[in-house]
Structures are given as structure tokens and as C-alpha cells.
């Protein structure tokens, strides 16, 4: 590796760090624990405010880079602005989500540096000296291990595998402006507009309810809503549902949607098929519900509920609602 320096790239959504972005720190811990670790955060405006939360998270420096044409992700201006980041702070190794962004970003940042690309980490260790990235393959059916003996190294790490470290508001860190000459955009974006579970980001929820075609109707995921507010957590679908036009496709789980590793996911008339498996099949708890006892979905399931949902999910409700108002 070029330096002992870890670069992590930040996540700025709605106004807020994303929690992968401190995932991705605890990630830099594990590849080097006595590293120096830098973040780097873009965007257009009050993007210096958010610094010293990387700072409480483990970083110990942050370079902030605000330009008016980071109002939105575009791979022609965040690109071109880490690589200067990179190269200036000689770093060794470049950490960050495994999102829509990062699988975005870091194949041209990997292929502008001439650099190895680990992508979907979900576990780091140290093997005869070396460090060893393990990440799924074939849909989630094996994994694989890797190990990069030279050169700089870009990872992403999947969301809720690596457990951010502690936060402590007494770590102190340096936040320095860098200001970068960005070329013209050829693709401008002036607003966006998210189809998306409310208030919860699918992808790092920690718990998700998830519907199929046996959720039959739009007015069928009311249930699975009631639950997800009630448990704090989003939610998801299958293709089939999406297909079915009982949800948006922003919901969808699975190989060709997102992948979701919740501490808890409820499958609710989802029968299992390997696509959607290949999404939520490495989720820390699964329940599933079904009236076909013969579906899929059981064959990885922790626990089991052969029943209608529309009969299984109201007492569910309740029962929740009766251990809230005893805690």
C-alpha cells in the first residue's frame, strides 16, 4: 500500500451523514487500527457544519469540499474532487458505502488511480498478516475472500454488517476547505425527487417488513406499514409485488433491487424466490409468513408462520403494541 493514511469517503443525504459513512470509518479501523484516518465530505452548502461528526465517529482529519455543482451526486464533479483528495493526501487505502452512489463512484475513482476495487464488504480480518475482505458471491449462495498484497485499495462495505464505533464528542480533528477547480457538467441536476419508505432509509434499517403477491393489493401493505412504524424500521417488497403495481419500485429487495441486511426481516406472502433471497438472504433474523408451507422462503427462515397474514399480521400489531405500553 502507498501510506499507512485511510481515506473515507462521506455520504451526505437529506441533510445528514450517512450511517453507512460511519460504518465505513469502523471498516478503515479494521483494515489498519493504528491508521490515520481522513474523511472527505462534498456537497454545495453547509457541508463544513457536518465535519466534526465524522470526527466524534473516529476520523481524524476532513477535508470539506463545497462547490455550487455539488448540489447533487454526479460523477463528473465528485469523481475528478476525491481523486485530487486522494493524490494530495497519499493515502493507502479509500473506504465508503456499498450505495447507489458508491457503486457508482468508486469503479471511476479505481479506474482514474490505476487502483484494486473490493466491492460489498461484509467482514474484515487479519489472516497471516495480511488483511482479509469478505464479500458475497453468486447471489449471496458463497463468499469469497480477498486480498490486495500491493498498491492503493478502494472498498465498499455493505450497510448494517460493520458496527460503527462508539460515538465520542470529546475527539478532536482537524476540518480543512479545499477548494477544486471542477469542469463544466455536461449533465446538470436541478432537483430530486425520492419514492422511498417514510423517514427510514431502506437499505440501513434495522428492521424490515416486507411484502409479496400474497400481500395481494396496495391497500394489503397497510398492514405491513402499521408494523414497520410500530418496530421503527421500513418497508420492503418483492419483485412480484412491484411487478403487481401494489408498491413502488424504490421498495424492491432483491438481485435486481436493493440488498438489505436488517437485524430483523419479516417476510410476508413472499414465496422465496432466488432473486429476491439474493437481497435479504444474510439478514441477521428472518420470520416469515405464508400460508404455503411448502414456499421457499421457510428454507431459510429462523422462524416460521404458516397462516393468512391478514390474520397473522393484526395480532402481530398488537402484541406490539401491548409490549410498548408495558415498557
Given at each position: 500500500?502507498?501510506?499507512?493514511?485511510?481515506?473515507?469517503?462521506?455520504?451526505?443525504?437529506?441533510?445528514?451523514?450517512?450511517?453507512?459513512?460511519?460504518?465505513?470509518?469502523?471498516?478503515?479501523?479494521?483494515?489498519?487500527?493504528?491508521?490515520?484516518?481522513?474523511?472527505?465530505?462534498?456537497?454545495?452548502e453547509k457541508v463544513e457544519?457536518?465535519?466534526?461528526?465524522?470526527?466524534?465517529?473516529?476520523?481524524?482529519?476532513?477535508?470539506?469540499?463545497?462547490?455550487?455543482?455539488?448540489?447533487?451526486?454526479?460523477?463528473?464533479?465528485?469523481?475528478?474532487?476525491?481523486?485530487?483528495?486522494?493524490?494530495?493526501?497519499?493515502?493507502?487505502?479509500?473506504?465508503?458505502?456499498?450505495?447507489?452512489?458508491?457503486?457508482?463512484?468508486?469503479?471511476?475513482?479505481?479506474?482514474?488511480?490505476?487502483?484494486?476495487?473490493?466491492?460489498?464488504?461484509?467482514?474484515?480480518?487479519?489472516?497471516?498478516?495480511?488483511?482479509?475482505?469478505?464479500?458475497?458471491?453468486?447471489?449471496?449462495?458463497?463468499?469469497?475472500?480477498?486480498?490486495?498484497?500491493?498498491?492503493?485499495?478502494?472498498?465498499?462495505?455493505?450497510?448494517?454488517?460493520?458496527?460503527?464505533?462508539?460515538?465520542?464528542?470529546?475527539?478532536?480533528?482537524?476540518?480543512?476547505?479545499?477548494?477544486?477547480?471542477?469542469?463544466?457538467?455536461?449533465?446538470?441536476?436541478?432537483?430530486?425527487?425520492?419514492?422511498?419508505?417514510?423517514g427510514i432509509d431502506l437499505?440501513?434499517?434495522?428492521?424490515?417488513?416486507?411484502?409479496?403477491?400474497?400481500?395481494?393489493?396496495?391497500?394489503?401493505?397497510?398492514?405491513?406499514?402499521?408494523?414497520?412504524?410500530?418496530?421503527?424500521?421500513?418497508?420492503?417488497?418483492?419483485?412480484?409485488?412491484?411487478?403487481?403495481?401494489?408498491?413502488?419500485?424504490?421498495?424492491?429487495?432483491?438481485?435486481?433491487?436493493?440488498?438489505?441486511?436488517?437485524?430483523?426481516?419479516?417476510?410476508?406472502?413472499?414465496?422465496?424466490?432466488?432473486?429476491?433471497?439474493?437481497?435479504?438472504?444474510?439478514?441477521?433474523?428472518?420470520?416469515?409468513?405464508n400460508k404455503d408451507p411448502?414456499?421457499?422462503?421457510?428454507?431459510?427462515?429462523?422462524?416460521?408462520?404458516?397462516?393468512?397474514?391478514?390474520?397473522?399480521?393484526?395480532?402481530?400489531?398488537?402484541?406490539?403494541?401491548?409490549?410498548?405500553?408495558?415498557?
Amino acid at each position: 500500500m502507498m501510506s499507512d493514511k485511510i481515506l473515507v469517503i462521506g455520504e451526505i443525504r437529506d441533510g445528514a451523514i450517512r450511517n453507512v459513512t460511519f460504518e465505513a470509518i469502523a471498516a478503515a479501523k479494521k483494515i489498519k487500527e493504528d491508521a490515520e484516518i481522513i474523511g472527505v465530505l462534498c456537497g454545495s452548502e453547509k457541508v463544513e457544519e457536518l465535519a466534526q461528526e465524522l470526527v466524534h465517529y473516529g476520523v481524524h482529519k476532513v477535508v470539506v469540499i463545497e462547490n455550487d455543482k455539488m448540489k447533487a451526486y454526479t460523477s463528473e464533479a465528485f469523481v475528478p474532487a476525491i481523486e485530487e483528495v486522494v493524490r494530495a493526501e497519499e493515502v493507502g487505502s479509500v473506504v465508503m458505502g456499498h450505495t447507489a452512489i458508491g457503486k457508482d463512484l468508486t469503479p471511476k475513482l479505481a479506474s482514474r488511480l490505476d487502483a484494486g476495487l473490493i466491492s460489498d464488504v461484509v467482514e474484515i480480518d487479519h489472516i497471516g498478516g495480511n488483511v482479509v475482505f469478505t464479500r458475497p458471491i453468486y447471489s449471496g449462495k458463497a463468499f469469497e475472500r480477498k486480498i490486495v498484497t500491493e498498491g492503493l485499495l478502494l472498498a465498499t462495505v455493505r450497510p448494517n454488517n460493520l458496527k460503527a464505533l462508539e460515538k465520542d464528542t470529546s475527539r478532536q480533528g482537524a476540518v480543512i476547505k479545499l477548494e477544486v477547480e471542477l469542469p463544466d457538467l455536461r449533465t446538470i441536476i436541478k432537483d430530486v425527487i425520492r419514492k422511498s419508505t417514510e423517514g427510514i432509509d431502506l437499505s440501513e434499517a434495522k428492521v424490515v417488513v416486507a411484502g409479496g403477491r400474497g400481500v395481494k393489493s396496495k391497500d394489503g401493505f397497510a398492514p405491513l406499514y402499521q408494523l414497520a412504524q410500530l418496530l421503527g424500521g421500513a418497508v420492503g417488497a418483492s419483485r412480484g409485488a412491484c411487478d403487481a403495481d401494489y408498491c413502488d419500485y424504490s421498495l424492491q429487495i432483491g438481485q435486481t433491487g436493493k440488498v438489505v441486511t436488517p437485524d430483523l426481516y419479516i417476510a410476508c406472502g413472499i414465496s422465496g424466490a432466488i432473486q429476491h433471497l439474493a437481497g435479504m438472504s444474510n439478514s441477521k433474523v428472518i420470520v416469515a409468513i405464508n400460508k404455503d408451507p411448502e414456499a421457499n422462503i421457510f428454507n431459510i427462515a429462523d422462524y416460521g408462520i404458516v397462516g393468512d397474514l391478514f390474520e397473522v399480521l393484526p395480532l402481530l400489531i398488537e402484541e406490539v403494541k401491548q409490549l410498548k405500553v408495558e415498557a
